[in-house]
């Protein structure tokens, strides 16, 4: 089994910057992509930022181009989401996904709040 945990969430005043981190645990091989979606109050959870196994960020959301940067982290099976120039329609719940040879995982999430 794979268990993907996030941490980083909070809450920060619009300008300023967060860093999420997800690091993967248990069974972990075959990794093929990694990505951040995220889920605001009453809309869907979208996809902001995918990277590839090879540590390529390959798609941003249009929403977070230029301001969040998806990358891996120094400990193996560790990524990070860079957030900077939050503004308040960043506020949601952020979800790390995994895709690997065992299958598609979800991590339970980590709430970012940006104040105004």
């Known amino acids: 089994q794979v268990q993907l945990m996030e941490s980083g969430g909070g809450l920060v005043q619009a300008g300023g910057s967060l860093r999420l981190s997800c690091a993967a645990s248990g069974r972990v091989f075959g990794l093929d992509t990694m990505a951040w979606y995220r889920q605001a109050p009453g809309k869907q959870r979208e996809k902001i930022a995918e990277l590839t196994s090879s540590g390529a960020p390959v798609y941003y959301a249009d929403s977070v181009k230029g301001r969040f940067t998806f990358s891996r982290g120094g400990v193996p099976n560790t990524v990070h989401l860079q957030m900077n120039n939050v503004i308040p329609e960043d506020t949601a719940v952020y979800y790390c996904?995994?895709?690997?040879?065992?299958?598609?995982?979800w991590g339970k999430g980590t709430l970012v709040t940006v104040s105004s």
């Open positions: 996904y995994a895709v690997m040879s065992g299958g598609r995982y």
